[in-house]
């Protein structure tokens, strides 16, 4: 039985196939077809949705791991400490960013989060928060997949859109070519701040990372933000990051989530007093480093993109229908993000903001997810593919402009949709 992290999806695939190379990957995906199974990439399992629940084979990929290659760019660039590096589907987010750390590089956004795998943060189009650069999926500038076929295939650019953000649905990735940056120390802060300061354009447009946990009765959100440090403080890098939470609020969290279990009415008043428990904290160090964020507790997510200029609405809008009896302990948390070019990105084409629900394991997330997701769709929402929501084939075709040359790109990578699942059916319509 395979399980994902939050424990929400589960599933009993007839063959678990870990390839140790390409032609290995090639093998288990024409075998598969040659037996009219059906094959779904597995990377993590940190994902929320079903795309990764099968009952054909599971393709681990965890054994294609590392970075391969590392480049300076050249041109206009030249000189400038950005770099290209090569890295290996299976490669966990940790793993790449204490490996680019180790050679003095990073991403542009650092993302918060080690255990997901390159090829599945790919898959859904992961990201950070930062007004104006880019997820993972922006920074591809090469993929190398094996398709339904069985065939090994270098993306050609003209493709590269439809597979920079794919659900896993045109091929196993096998190894992406990424931007990076040189390396520089991030000043990070976490700090009380009125709800309204962080829901003002001026929070997130004036700091490099910027983003805020609110709970829905709470005047007082946990506002966190980060920039390039202007003075390096060794002691101050630490091995846990400054979570949104902070130390201090991770552990209150962690034991208001239980008590709020227990006695949910007491939620409101529980919330108010961890938001005002979390200190103002800063740290400096590597920003995967400095931003890390364990979760305190294991949950199910629901995280909506919607057109920036409508994420306060929304989230306002969200707030007071939440505050209405479906309170959890677990903060709504509010992301930004520039207009990005994959056709199935979730911020295609649009500045974008985020917003994510979670519910804590043991509370049926159904009436939280139910609720977001009708306030979300009223704001023109499309939901992260890692996340639960209710999109179906008819949503997304609505909600996607280039859903017509994504699915082109598709009927020539997987053909005999050797790559469906119930979840892939249910979206792209098959
Ligand atoms: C605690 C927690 C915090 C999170 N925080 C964030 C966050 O800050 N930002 C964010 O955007 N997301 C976040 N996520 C969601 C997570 O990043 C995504 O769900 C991601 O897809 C998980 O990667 P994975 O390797 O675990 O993939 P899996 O869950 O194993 O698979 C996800 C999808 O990727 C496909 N896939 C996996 N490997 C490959 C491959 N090699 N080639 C092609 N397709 C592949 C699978 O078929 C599936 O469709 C979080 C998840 C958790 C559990």
């Not at 681990?60 to 000189?79: N, Q, R």
């Not at 961890?274 to 995280?303: D, W």
Request: charged share 20%; glycine share 12%; proline share 7%.
């Amino acid at each position: 039985m395979w399980t994902n992290w939050s424990g929400g999806q589960r599933c009993r695939p007839v063959a678990t196939a870990r390839p140790l190379d390409e032609a290995g990957v090639a093998g288990v995906i024409r075998r598969a077809a040659e037996r009219g199974q059906t094959v779904r990439p597995v990377g993590a399992g940190h994902g929320f949705s079903d795309l990764a629940v099968t009952d054909g084979v599971h393709l681990d990929c965890s054994a294609f791991a590392g970075i391969t290659g590392v480049s300076a760019v050249g041109g206009p660039e030249a000189g400038s400490g950005k770099a290209v590096v090569r890295v290996r589907g299976g490669t966990t987010v940790g793993e790449l960013q204490e490996g680019l750390a180790d050679r003095g590089l990073a991403l542009p956004v650092p993302l918060d989060l080690a255990a997901p795998t390159l090829g599945g943060a790919l898959a859904v189009g992961a990201h950070g928060s930062a007004a104006s650069r880019g997820s993972l999926a922006e920074q591809v500038l090469a993929l190398r997949v094996v398709d339904g076929r069985g065939r090994v295939r270098d993306v050609p650019h003209a493709d590269l859109d439809a597979a920079r953000t794919a659900l896993g649905a045109l091929g196993v990735i096998l190894d992406a070519e990424l931007a990076v940056v040189p390396a520089t120390p991030v000043t990070v802060t976490r700090a009380q701040r009125p709800v309204d300061e962080v829901l003002d354009p001026t929070f997130w447009e004036s700091h490099d990372l910027a983003e805020a946990a609110l709970f829905p009765s709470s005047p007082t959100a946990l506002a966190r933000w980060a920039g390039v440090a202007q003075s390096v403080e060794e002691e101050a890098e630490r091995g846990v990051g400054v979570t949104s939470a902070g130390a201090t609020g991770r552990t209150a969290l962690g034991g208001a989530v239980v008590v709020e279990r227990a006695l949910p009415r007491l939620a409101p008043s529980l919330n108010r007093v961890v938001s005002r428990l979390a200190r103002t904290v800063s740290a400096t160090g590597a920003g995967h480093r400095v931003l890390s964020s364990p979760p305190a507790v294991r949950y199910e997510q629901s995280e909506w993109a919607v057109p920036r200029e409508v994420l306060v609405g929304s989230l306002r809008a969200l707030l007071a229908q939440l505050a209405d009896g479906l309170e959890t302990g677990l903060p709504v948390r509010m992301r930004v993000g520039p207009a990005e070019r994959g056709w199935l990105h979730p911020a295609y084409g649009r500045e974008t903001g985020w917003v994510a629900v979670r519910v804590p394991r043991g509370t049926d997330p159904g009436p939280v997810l139910a609720r977001t997701a009708s306030v979300m769709r009223a704001h023109g929402g499309r939901p992260h593919w890692g996340t639960r929501h209710d999109f179906d084939a008819v949503d997304v075709a609505a909600a996607y402009p280039r859903f017509a040359d994504f699915a082109r790109v598709r009927d020539d990578y997987d053909p005999d949709r050797v790559f469906t699942n119930p979840a892939l059916a249910r979206l792209l319509g098959d």
